[in-house]
Nanobody, 125 residues
Framework: QVQLVESGGGLVQAGGSLRLSCVASGRNLRNLAMAWFRQAPGKEREFVAGISRAGSGTRYADSVKGRYTISRDNAKNTVYLQMNSLKPDDTAVFYC??????????????????WGQGTQVTVSS
């Protein structure tokens, strides 16, 4: 099992930017495919972005393409999500997720083994 702790959420105006971080402990991050999900009130948890173990492959939800960038620093056991041009519809709790055997291309929550506690992102209009 790996422990994941997200940070970097907050309140931002529409058009602004935030950078989320997810620090992993308990296992070497380089062995894990990683992803970010988000969940807005009353909605299901949805895939946002995924990144391969070496960081060479990424995948994004259509709704965030061109605005979000996922990256990782395996030496620091940290995954990042840079979010630009934020919109009120981006308001949600953002979760970091890890997959032991799966691929970063998987977009369903049940494909991931370990989760962080989430960090709130609120975008005001």
């Amino acid at each position: 099992q790996v422990q994941l702790v997200e940070s970097g959420g907050g309140l931002v105006q529409a058009g602004g930017s935030l950078r989320l971080s997810c620090v992993a402990s308990g296992r070497n991050l380089r062995n894990l495919a990683m992803a970010w999900f988000r969940q807005a009130p009353g909605k299901e948890r949805e895939f946002v972005a995924g990144i391969s173990r070496a960081g060479s492959g990424t995948r994004y939800a259509d709704s965030v393409k061109g605005r979000y960038t996922i990256s990782r620093d395996n030496a620091k056991n940290t995954v990042y999500l840079q979010m630009n041009s934020l919109k009120p519809d981006d308001t949600a709790v953002f979760y970091c997720a890890a997959s032991w055997r799966g691929s970063y291309t998987y977009t369903t929550p049940d494909s991931y083994d370990d989760w962080g506690q989430g960090t709130q992102v609120t975008v005001s209009s």
